[in-house]
């Protein structure tokens, strides 16, 4: 090599390695949407780690993931509708999602989560609503394919509302210029809660193990219920008629010893130690049902937070 030339190299080289390294700086302080292969074994020891009684959704939602994320081509968006009583883990689950495919979860600028009663509050407003959420999951997915967008609430949902982002859910290449496909899209409900419940409760009455449920004893009938039911917020909108929803989670109600692992992951998230006495103080402060069995928890895990804090 002649000086001029291995200048020239040595300067290309730096430009280059200073260019990548200067986006990998760049991306390590603000946030970058990057196409980036999700680590199943990290969801998968988060979910069994952290999920407590949910085995359907965890093997569900695991399954969902790693082959949306692993297939290069998908031809529509992933599209999950979680169902279930309350305080059983629906948005407990949605931000370990989030957290595994952005690094900040629900803080990420590429993960939206929209509360029924808090952004579409109003009947009279649908139309406007529609328009806001057209646009509004446009620009998001414009800027990171791999948006995802979470609704909460779907029951307290007018269905039209839903029924405005149907185009974006479908097997469309592009729609305007822009690709939904890479793109997740989250909703939770407490619609089929009910059959879940009845079904959960048929298989402790007939001393089957909870852990021997499988999606084919509550999937179907949650599908048709969700359907048919006018407060699920997908009643009877395009997305079940067109198949667009990939899969029906059930979250089954939380039993007594779910409560008392709850309570002791909040006491190990506090840093305090595990004091057995309080962990059952708390679980049998917790209200049960049915009214004679006493089997499920009415709020799941949702109290238990704010319960720890009086002992
Ligand atoms: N299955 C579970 N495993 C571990 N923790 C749980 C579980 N279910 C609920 N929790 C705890 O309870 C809190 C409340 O639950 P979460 O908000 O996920 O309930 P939800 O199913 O979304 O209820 P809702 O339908 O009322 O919105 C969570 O933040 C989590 O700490």
Redesign the pocket.
């Known amino acids: 090599f002649e000086p001029i030339s291995l200048g020239i190299a040595v300067g290309a080289a730096s430009a280059l390695t200073g260019y990548l390294s200067y986006r990998d700086l760049y991306c390590r302080f603000a946030e970058c949407c990057r196409e980036q292969p999700l680590n199943a074994s990290a969801l998968k020891l988060n979910l069994e780690e ?5 085995h359907l ?1 965890t093997e569900v939602i695991l399954k969902a993931l790693t082959g949306f994320k692993n297939n290069k081509n998908p031809k529509k968006p992933l599209t999950l509708s ?1 169902h ?12 370990i999602v989030a957290e595994n495919l952005h690094p900040k979860g629900l803080k990420s600028n590429f993960v939206h989560l929209f509360v029924s009663t808090l952004h579409f509050p109003h009947e009279q407003h649908i139309k406007l609503y529609q328009d806001q959420l057209q646009r509004w999951i446009r620009g998001n997915v414009s800027a990171c394919a791999s948006s995802v967008f979470i609704f ?2 779907m029951d307290k949902l007018h269905p039209g509302v839903i029924d405005a982002i149907k185009p974006f859910l479908d097997y469309y290449e592009q729609i305007d210029g822009v690709s939904y496909r890479k793109a997740i899209f989250i909703f ?3 619609a089929g ?1 009910d059959l879940i419940t009845k079904t959960a409760l048929d298989f402790w009455r007939a001393g089957k193990r909870r852990e021997g449920i499988q999606l084919k004893d509550l999937e179907p009938a949650l599908s048709v219920g969700v359907f048919n039911n006018k407060h699920s917020g997908l009643w009877h909108s395009g997305l079940i008629d067109r198949n667009l929803i990939d899969y029906f989670i059930p ?1 089954l109600p ?1 039993e007594y010893r ?1 409560v008392k ?2 309570v002791r ?2 006491m190990k998230a506090r840093g305090s130690a595990i004091d057995e006495d309080v962990v059952t103080r708390v679980a049998e402060e917790m209200t049960f049902f049915p009214k004679d069995e006493k089997i499920y928890s009415d ?4 109290t ?2 704010s319960r720890l804090d009086f002992h």
């Not at 952290?50 to 949910?54: I, S």
């Open positions: 952290k999920l407590f009684g949910q959704a979680l279930g009583w309350a305080g059983t883990g629906k948005n407990f689950v949605s931000q909460d609430e939770l409900s407490n809660g979250f939380l779910h692992m709850c992951a909040e709020k799941g895990c949702k238990v937070q």
